[in-house]
């Protein structure tokens, strides 16, 4: 199992990027996805996450500005972020839960078994 984050990089606030997570050794819609975060001195945050059966839900802090999604056929999930704050400056990482011994919830890291490496988002002018 292997999960690839890419798309990363410098936007201004108020603007968009899309980051994508490729995944290898498993299918995308068997298993859960989640997307996190992480900033400097702050503990990681889950965002972002997409069932198997392809329903997405969101924290509050970017509801309404962040779309999860997923193409099967390039085995790939996407987080397409808008209006972007500084405030999400931030590591951000996919996750799936492939094993699932336990439940935490669904922006829980504790729930979830395999992680991406991360790629930074910088939101700055």
């Known amino acids: 199992v292997q999960l690839v984050e890419s798309g990363g990089g410098l936007v201004q606030p108020g603007g968009s990027l899309r980051l994508s997570c490729a995944a290898s050794?498993?299918?995308?819609?068997?298993?859960?996805i989640g997307w996190f975060r992480q900033a400097p001195g702050k503990e990681r945050e889950g965002v972002a996450s997409i069932t198997s059966v392809g329903i997405a839900s969101y924290a509050d802090s970017v509801k309404g500005r962040f779309v999860t999604s997923r193409d099967t056929a390039k085995n790939t999930v996407y987080l397409q972020m808008h209006s972007l704050k500084p405030e999400d400056t931030a590591v951000y990482y996919c996750?799936?839960?492939?094993?699932?011994?336990?439940?935490?919830?669904?922006?829980?890291?504790?729930?979830?078994?395999?992680w991406g490496q991360g790629t930074q988002v910088t939101v700055s002018s």
């Open positions: 050794g498993f299918s995308v819609d068997s298993y859960p």
């Open positions: 996750a799936a839960i492939t094993v699932g011994s336990a439940w935490y919830g669904p922006f829980n890291g504790k729930s979830y078994d395999d």
